[in-house]
């Protein structure tokens, strides 16, 4: 078992940044694939970045790409979503999943663990 907690959420204004952390216990955390989605109200969840279990390769939804950042830190067991220039569109509830596997994923089935969310809110 993988237990995730997501942080750093919050109300913010349109344009500035924000960088959500989730930290990861039970399990070898290196051995995990991570990625971020998020659920806007009414919408189905969408994948948002993934990153390898070494942290060497990244994907980003076009959606955020050159805007969001992902990287982790193994020896403390965490992954971070930096996001930077916020949007009033980019308001959900923001996930983070981990993924047995070698490679990344963008797919929310190829995930066995997640944390329970925080909310971001962008006003404009």
């Known amino acids: 078992q993988v237990q995730l907690v997501e942080s750093g959420g919050g109300l913010v204004q349109a344009g500035v940044s924000l960088r959500l952390s989730c930290a990861a216990s039970?399990?070898?955390?290196?051995?995990?694939?991570m990625g971020w989605f998020r659920q806007a109200p009414g919408k189905k969840r969408e994948f948002v970045s993934t990153?390898?279990?070494?942290?060497?390769?990244?994907y980003y939804a076009d959606s955020v790409k050159g805007r969001f950042t992902i990287s982790r830190d193994n020896a403390k067991n965490m992954v971070y979503l930096e996001m930077n220039s916020l949007k009033p569109e980019d308001t959900a509830v923001y996930y983070c999943a981990a993924a047995r596997g070698v490679y990344y994923y963008t797919v929310d089935r190829d995930y066995d663990y997640w944390g329970q969310g925080t909310q971001v809110t962008v006003s404009s």
């Open positions: 990153i390898t279990r070494s942290g060497g390769s990244t």
């Open positions: 039970g399990r070898t955390f290196s051995n995990y694939a």
